[in-house]
């Protein structure tokens, strides 16, 4: 369907957004507020409009507001949101896409943004929150194709304590990054081993004036 003008969709409850014709035409003040109190999933893999069968929803603003579980699937989609908060609850990247439209991502103290598999955002993050990586596989890969700003945010990964070569989660940022996040890793089966230039668990394209430090001990 499409929506024009000042306009809200809220899905509440156990919901699952799916379908081969959804899309819209949006104003500044249209919002996709995702609630409920059960694990709930937006599988843009089966939605677009008519011209583009890609997966693109337009919305301006795109309000997570509760404590509940949602997950974007499937490889090569795209949300059209202008702009997302992430207010509480937990935000599933599983090989997805978001935001073709190249805005920020901006993820408050009470969310998370879990990232499954190799995901991207086309746009700038600031982390006031927690982003964290599947912890069942190491390897989970996330590329901000804009810049990144911790706002003493947290930045969780999965890492093999081996060599240099040891299997681990990635994030990219392709822009540059500044302010204050605090890194955590888990030891996901490693034993130890010598490194010549350790295991890389951020690359930065651009500036790297962010400060990345420490939270607790990292051991194998």
Known sequence: SD????????LSDNWALSGQAYGGVSSTDDVLQLA???DSAL????????SNAN?????ENLLKTDSATWTLNGEQTQGGFDSVTLQSGTT?????????TGSPVDIQQAA???????????????NSGTMSFDSTQPGSILTI?????GNNGLLHFNTVLGDDNSQTDKLVVQG????????????????GASTLNGIELIDVGGQSNGEFVQQGRIAA
């Open 43 to 50: 599988d843009l893999s089966t939605i677009g409009d008519s």
């Open 55 to 59: 997966g693109i929803m337009y919305f």
């Open 145 to 149: 194709n804009g810049n990144y700003t």
């Open 36 to 38: 409920g109190n059960t």
């Open 92 to 100: 599933v990247l599983n090989n997805a896409t978001l935001l073709a």
């Open 112 to 126: 998370t943004l879990q990232t499954n598999g190799s995901s991207t955002i086309n746009g700038s993050v600031n």
């Open 176 to 191: 540059d990054t500044a302010g204050t996040t605090n890194v955590a890793v888990t030891n996901a089966g490693g034993t």
């Open 3 to 10: 929506v024009v003008g000042v306009s809200t969709l809220m």
